[in-house]
């Protein structure tokens, strides 16, 4: 018996030909012999039954030879294909066509129950059935697909025609659509830097520097020494506002390549701007540098991209420094920005107190220093702006309190240890110094008083009250001229301030008072003396300057009579009235003249309707008998200042009478 035949695996031509000559063969004795193998059938009747399977076979093999090649598996055979090779060896009873063959040479098949050669021969992968080694699903064995078959199917997209597609995107400007191509073309490479780096370019173009980022960031992890890559992620870094980091990125391209003062020049200057603000504000400098620095480093932001949050935090900080009103509401816009983005971020809500506390609204500035420690209960600057803004409001309410309790001296000494408190803060301060200067005026410290509120203006200019205390300021050290013109001013600067037309009236009046006698200065006494403190003063002062004291001195006799016109007009109380309230001064021909009204109008004085009430309301000023409320002055001794017998007569009067001289 030949076992070569066995193992090997003929082609199927060359099968087919040595079934042809085998059984072509004439029968001969020989072992190999059909009719030995089969004695125990009928030779005639078994030989026919296998001729005409095989030619059966043959046919329908050379049917379907053009199609299905016998190389192919089975399992990779169409269900009718399969369905038509199962039903052909079914049809077999020969053993030897039902026999299991290791494709790749495992074992030697067992001996054939029928030495029939050509279905010996013809045994081959064809054969195979889904039943192999008696188990339902075989797993097919490797194989190497067959030229003839059917090729498997190409992707639904070609990342590379995307990429064609979105350069052309790219190359007419929509960056959209460049965009969308590009994200197909990553659909199926996700890890190509090509298409990640073609991407992060378009996103760029279309102002999205934070997705042209992330682009970039994945580009460099799958290639880090990449140049175009890290050169594409310096521009990104610079637009974004993050030159520290494009900087560290060009140092590691400058470890693969040179690299040009040209291509550092924007990462610099934007991180030379930075530093120049961060030291203004260190150093305190004014406001307005860091402002101008940080304007600068913002020329350097890509298109549509927001300010960073630090840069955002140091652009607040210097309005603070600036103090004024428009930069605390500047401040308070910056602060606000940021808290709608994060309602809970401690350094904007400290920021936001702090505006409100250089508004003077300590009380909601208590409140968001709270709330920031809430968020961050380690976080020092609400710690320390919080118990700032406490002690100053302590003793703020000391100094006010010992103020309207008239402890004045208290007073001052509270409101300066408030001032040290915040030496930064204008706006708190500048209305301390203007509680401070009213309390001075009450001590008679006018100077400090002045000091004071010019002080107060020069940390806010606006405030209109520390102008007021400024000018009463002025008035009550004897400068009533410098008191009406800062009043007048304050009027042409806020027509509508309330009462500041009477303070303007009564400093006039207290002007023209003080370029008259002054008769409690002639007395020595203060305004606010007694009846018996003047008339101790008098009595005094006419002993010194009594004429027959003083023969030689040609002006004491003078003095005397000043003496005495003083002593008059104050020991009488309502001469002395007249006197401090400056109706005395008051010309009838002013009041009256041209057929003008007391009240203003048509040549006449403007008077207010108060100093009218005190000179014609009371104490029996109209003339009597019928008279008319004329002021008309007697030039004789002893006569009425009023006209008719139920005027107002003189105490002191005459014409040698003492004071002498002393006449209206």
């Known amino acids: 018996?030949?076992?070569?035949?066995?193992?090997?695996?003929?082609?199927?031509?060359?099968?087919?030909?040595?079934?042809?000559?085998?059984?072509?063969?004439?029968?001969?004795?020989?072992?190999?012999?059909?009719?030995?193998?089969?004695?125990?059938?009928?030779?005639?009747?078994?030989?026919?039954?296998?001729?005409?399977?095989?030619?059966?076979?043959?046919?329908?093999?050379s049917a379907h030879l053009q199609q299905w090649s016998a190389d192919t598996h089975p399992l990779n055979l169409p269900p009718d294909e399969r369905e038509r090779r199962r039903s052909a060896l079914s049809g077999v009873s020969d053993p030897l066509l039902q026999m299991d063959i290791d494709r790749e040479g495992s074992a030697m098949p067992s001996s054939p129950t029928n030495s029939t050669p050509g279905v010996f021969q013809e045994t081959n992968e064809e054969?195979?059935?889904?039943?192999?080694?008696?188990?339902?699903?075989?797993?097919?064995?490797?194989?190497?697909?067959?030229?003839?078959?059917?090729?498997?199917?190409?992707?639904?997209?070609?990342?590379?025609?995307?990429?064609?597609?979105?350069?052309?995107y790219f190359k007419a400007k929509d960056y959209q659509k460049a965009i969308q191509e590009y994200s197909k073309a990553l659909s199926v490479e996700p890890q190509s830097v090509t298409y990640l780096s073609n991407r992060a370019a378009a996103l760029m173009s279309a102002n999205q520097f934070g997705e042209a980022l992330e682009d970039s960031k994945m580009a460099e992890e799958l290639e880090p020494s990449n140049?175009?890559?890290?050169?594409?992620?310096?521009?990104?870094?610079?637009?974004l506002g993050r030159p520290s980091e494009a900087l560290a990125t060009l140092d590691r391209i400058a470890a693969i390549q040179p690299v040009t003062a040209q291509e550092r020049a924007s990462a610099s200057s934007m991180q030379s701007h930075i530093d120049q603000a961060a030291a203004a504000l260190q150093e305190g400098t004014s406001g307005s540098m860091v402002i101008h620095a940080l304007d600068m480093a913002e020329r350097g932001l890509g298109a549509g991209v927001e300010r960073?949050?630090?840069?955002?935090?140091?652009?607040?900080?210097?309005?603070?420094?600036?103090?004024?009103?428009?930069?605390?509401?500047?401040?308070?816009?910056?602060?606000?920005?940021?808290?709608?983005?994060?309602?809970?971020?401690?350094?904007?809500?400290?920021?936001?107190?702090?505006?409100?506390y250089g508004q003077g609204d300590n009380a909601k500035a208590l409140q968001h220093f709270r709330q920031a420690l809430s968020c961050d209960p380690d976080f020092r600057d609400a710690v320390k702006y919080l118990?700032?803004?406490?002690?100053?409001?302590?003793?703020?309410?000391?100094?006010?309190?010992?103020?309207?309790?008239?402890?004045?001296?208290?007073?001052?000494?509270?409101?300066?240890?408030?001032?040290?408190?915040?030496?930064?803060?204008?706006?708190?301060?500048?209305?301390?110094?203007?509680?401070?200067a009213a309390a001075s005026i009450k001590l008679k410290d006018h100077k400090s008083a002045i000091a004071d509120c010019n002080r107060a203006l020069s940390l806010d200019p606006t405030y209109t009250k520390a102008r007021r205390t400024l000018a009463r300021a002025m008035g009550s050290s004897g400068d009533w001229e410098a008191a009406v013109k800062e009043f007048k001013s304050i009027a042409e600067s806020n027509p509508s301030e309330p009462g500041i037309s009477k303070e303007i009236r009564d400093a006039e009046l207290e002007l023209k008072k003080s370029k008259r006698k002054d008769y409690y200065k002639l007395l020595g006494v203060e305004k606010d003396a007694t009846d018996n403190d003047i008339k101790k003063a008098y009595r005094k002062l006419a002993i010194v300057h009594h004429p027959d004291k003083n023969p030689d001195?040609?002006?004491?006799?003078?003095?005397?009579?000043?003496?005495?016109?003083?002593?008059?007009?104050?020991?009488?109380?309502?001469?002395?009235?007249?006197?401090?309230?400056?109706?005395?001064?008051?010309?009838?021909?002013?009041?009256?003249?041209?057929?003008?009204?007391?009240?203003?109008?048509?040549?006449g004085m403007n008077i207010s309707p108060e100093m009218l009430f005190n000179m014609m309301g009371s104490g029996g000023g109209m003339g009597g008998g019928g008279g008319m409320p004329g002021f008309s002055f007697s030039t004789g001794g002893g006569g009425s200042p009023f006209g008719g017998g139920g005027g107002r007569s003189s105490r002191r009067g005459g014409a040698g009478g003492f004071p002498g001289g002393f006449s209206f």
């Not at 140049?227 to 594409?232: C, F, G, S, T």
């Not at 009103?325 to 702090?354: F, H, T, Y």
């Not at 000494?413 to 509680?435: F, H, R």
């Open 127 to 168: 054969d195979h059935e889904d039943n192999v080694n008696g188990e339902a699903s075989p797993v097919p064995p490797p194989h190497s697909p067959n030229p003839t078959s059917s090729p498997l199917p190409k992707p639904a997209i070609d990342p590379e025609i995307c990429k064609a597609v979105g350069n052309k």
């Open 1 to 61: 018996m030949v076992f070569p035949n066995i193992l090997s695996k003929p082609s199927k031509k060359k099968s087919e030909s040595s079934i042809s000559k085998e059984n072509r063969r004439p029968s001969n004795g020989s072992s190999r012999s059909p009719t030995k193998r089969s004695s125990s059938r009928s030779p005639s009747k078994s030989s026919k039954d296998n001729e005409q399977f095989l030619n059966r076979r043959k046919a329908g093999r």
């Open 387 to 436: 118990r700032m803004v406490q002690k100053l409001d302590r003793l703020k309410e000391e100094g006010n309190v010992a103020f309207k309790a008239a402890k004045y001296r208290q007073a001052v000494d509270v409101y300066g240890q408030a001032l040290e408190v915040d030496p930064l803060n204008k706006g708190t301060n500048s209305k301390i110094l203007q509680n401070r």
């Open 553 to 603: 001195d040609e002006e004491a006799a003078t003095r005397f009579k000043e003496i005495g016109e003083a002593y008059e007009t104050l020991s009488d109380s309502e001469k002395r009235a007249r006197y401090d309230s400056g109706e005395d001064l008051i010309d009838p021909s002013e009041m009256f003249g041209a057929g003008g009204s007391p009240f203003g109008g048509a040549g």
């Open 227 to 239: 140049v175009k890559v890290l050169q594409r992620l310096v521009r990104i870094y610079v637009s």
């Open 308 to 356: 960073p949050r630090r840069w955002q935090l140091m652009r607040g900080e210097a309005y603070l420094k600036m103090g004024n009103v428009n930069a605390l509401g500047d401040a308070q816009s910056v602060a606000m920005s940021l808290l709608r983005k994060n309602d809970r971020d401690p350094e904007a809500l400290v920021l936001r107190g702090r505006a409100l």
